[in-house]
């Protein structure tokens, strides 16, 4: 059950934060982070029963949450959802993509010389373009009001450091390029871009898909094979979708301020740079 922080001052208070990918779990609790630290929250996904459950969660702990059903690969339509949350509130502060498909549809666990073309592509042709154009679409307004915080999420693949992960290492790589780029060009104008490297959060939906096929090719438990993955890390623990939601909430915050242009390794020390 969520609910939300009693002591001290949130350090998200009065900001506007977009969160895409909003119903799945890593979107879902970095929404509901946010929400606990003072944001109003715009929740975006593709299916309306997984936002507004996530919205309701929000705001009966006292939270304010506004749920909406967005494709961020459709260029135009996330660019008329930011320009209708401007009308509503004036700014967007903060924006986080989190959408992305299933482990299995980008053969993850699967070696490249068994990997098919078609899914070696899904995650550049999926993730990597929502992120472009959600930060796009985002830098564009933040620059007009000289402020706001851009977070692109990837995880530990973006260096190699377990086998049957070249499709999405790929597109995290990308990503963290795109990072810097865009860090390049927007932060003169007072906008920050950070990127947010995690290692694997064990209760993801992705993880536990892959999991499950680990578990299969290796005639191993799924138990046993969530025990693999946590080895992976030199703290030897499984990391959390709250972990994730924590560390994306201090970026977000003012405490990051000259934090642009830069990759947040929070793998411990998964994937090393």
Excluded at 9 to 35: N, R
Excluded at 66 to 94: C, H, M, W
Aim: charged share 20%; with cysteine.
């Amino acid at each position: 059950m969520m609910t939300m922080k009693k002591a001290g001052v949130p350090i998200l208070e009065g900001k506007h934060a977009v969160v895409f990918g909003a119903g799945g779990s890593i979107g879902a609790a970095v929404a509901k982070e946010f929400a606990v630290e003072g944001a109003e929250v715009f929740l975006a996904g593709r299916t309306s029963s997984n936002v507004e459950e996530i919205a309701k969660q929000i705001t009966a702990a006292g939270g304010k949450a506004q749920p909406a059903v967005i494709d961020t690969l459709d260029d135009a339509a996330v660019n008329g959802y930011f320009e209708s949350i401007v009308k509503r509130s004036g700014r967007i502060d903060i924006i986080l993509d989190a959408a992305g498909p299933l482990a299995k549809e980008y053969g993850n666990t699967k070696l490249a010389v068994d990997l098919p073309v078609d899914e070696f592509l899904v995650p550049l042709q999926t993730m990597l373009r929502s992120r472009f154009i959600t930060a796009r679409a985002a830098a564009r307004q933040m620059i007009r009001q000289n402020s706001g915080v851009i977070i692109l999420v990837t995880g530990s693949p973006a260096r190699p450091h377990v086998p049957g992960a070249t499709a999405i290492g790929a597109a995290f790589a990308a990503m963290e390029n795109l990072t810097q780029n865009l860090a390049f060009e927007v932060s003169p104008f007072g906008v920050r871009v950070v990127c947010l490297r995690t290692t694997a959060n064990v209760d993801s939906r992705s993880i536990q898909d892959t999991t499950a096929l680990i578990a299969g090719q290796l005639n191993i438990t799924k138990d046993q094979a969530m025990e693999r993955i946590a080895q992976y890390n030199f703290l030897k623990v499984a990391a959390t979708v709250q972990d994730t939601a924590n560390a994306a909430v201090l970026i977000a915050s003012d405490r990051a301020r000259m934090m642009t242009g830069t990759v947040v390794n929070a793998t411990a020390g998964a994937a090393l740079d």
